[in-house]
């Protein structure tokens, strides 16, 4: 069975950094296309990085230029760096494959003003 295992989140000032893991047991994070996405209070859940099996990247707009996406597969884990956080990046954050339709049980992002 495969399960997607979310850590990193947290407690940060705007400006701050953060990086997100997503390990995956199970399954090869290196032959799954990778999603991150993230849900705010209230909001629907919105893409925010990709990372492909070939390792190309792609960034919602709001992202883009701040946060990275990355893939260690010997650790068979995703990341994604977040950096010059903003009090809206405030959400829970999934790691998602789309292939199977599996999701992380999220963990939670918060920054303060």
């Known amino acids: 069975q495969v399960q997607l295992v979310e850590s990193g989140g947290g407690l940060v000032q705007a400006g701050g950094s953060l990086r997100l893991s997503c390990a995956a047991y199970?399954?090869?994070?290196?032959?799954?296309?990778i999603v991150w996405y993230r849900q705010a209070p209230g909001k629907q859940r919105e893409w925010v990085a990709v990372?492909?099996?070939?390792?190309?990247?792609n960034y919602a707009d709001s992202v883009k230029g701040r946060f990275a996406i990355s893939r260690d597969n010997a650790k068979n884990t995703v990341y994604l760096q977040m950096n010059s956080l903003k009090p809206e990046d405030t959400a829970v954050y999934y790691c998602?494959?789309?292939?199977?339709?599996?999701w992380g049980q999220g963990t939670q992002v918060t920054v303060s003003s």
């Open positions: 199970g399954s090869i994070i290196s032959s799954n296309v």
């Open positions: 990372i492909t099996t070939g390792g190309s990247t």
């Open positions: 998602c494959v789309p292939s199977t339709g599996e």
